[in-house]
């Protein structure tokens, strides 16, 4: 089991920037993927961007270009670099590790972008 904790939410005004960064428990490098997820008040929770232990990456089409994802096995962390956020970001940041029928997610950090 590995328990994962978000931080680095707050507000930012448009065009901001924002460094999440997700803290976990234990060793992350035998977990296949781990990734950012958003839900945003009145939505579902939907995919951010995700990142494999090969170091592969994947981004919702609405943050590509603006948003980086990064792992540190050795710092058993996984960030999430905002730029050019826009009032559309503002959502709960969470994270996720999945590996096997493990699923484990964070208890997420709010991120609100004012116009």
């Known amino acids: 089991q590995v328990q994962l904790v978000e931080s680095g939410g707050g507000l930012v005004q448009s065009g901001g920037s924002l460094r999440l960064s997700c803290a976990a428990s234990?060793?992350?490098?035998?977990?296949?993927?781990m990734g950012w997820y958003r839900q945003a008040p009145g939505k579902q929770r939907g995919l951010v961007a995700t990142v494999t232990n090969g170091g592969s990456t994947n981004y919702a089409e609405s943050v590509k270009g603006r948003f980086t994802i990064s792992r540190d096995v050795a710092k058993r962390t996984v960030d999430l670099q905002m730029n050019s956020l826009k009032p559309e970001d503002t959502a709960i940041f969470y994270c996720?590790?999945?590996?096997?029928?493990?699923?484990?997610w964070g208890q997420g950090t709010q991120v609100t972008v004012s116009s």
């Open positions: 996720r590790a999945v590996f096997g029928r493990a699923d484990f």
């Open positions: 234990s060793s992350i490098s035998s977990i296949p993927v």
